[in-house]
Structure formats: C-alpha cells, structure tokens
C-alpha cells in the first residue's frame, strides 16, 4: 500500500516537531548529535518515501522537516 501525501506531511511535522537546530547553547555536543540524527533521520524517510512514489519531492519534504533541502 502506497503512502498519501498526507502521511508524508504528517511524519515532516513530527521531525520538524523534534528538530531544534537554533537552540541556544548550540555548540553542546549532545545537541550536535541530536541535529545530525535529525538529519539523517529525515534524509532516510526521505529515501524510503521517493522509492514508494517516485512524484515525491524529496527537498520539498525537507523544507517541510524544517532543515531545508540539503
């Protein structure tokens, strides 16, 4: 069964839920990983999303996370 643009939506709201990259002390490297498992995170759904509906946006659902289309 195939994702809907509405799942797809809904998981970009949970990540860019938990994605803080503006924190203050930025520098702390707990926070630096949690940024960078955010990311990776995001870049693997992302994978496993554009292999279920190749129409998906992958930078589009980036944005959507919050991290930009890196």
Known sequence: MAMSRQNYVAIA???R???QP?????????????????RAIAQRIAVVMA????????G?????????AD
């Open 60 to 68: 589009r659902f980036l944005c959507a996370c919050g991290m930009g």
């Open 22 to 38: 503006d924190l203050p002390s930025s520098e702390d490297l707990w926070e630096a990983g949690f940024d960078a498992a955010c």
């Open 17 to 19: 839920a938990e994605y």
């Open 51 to 58: 292999d279920d509906n190749p129409r998906f946006d992958r």
């Open 13 to 15: 709201d949970a990540i």
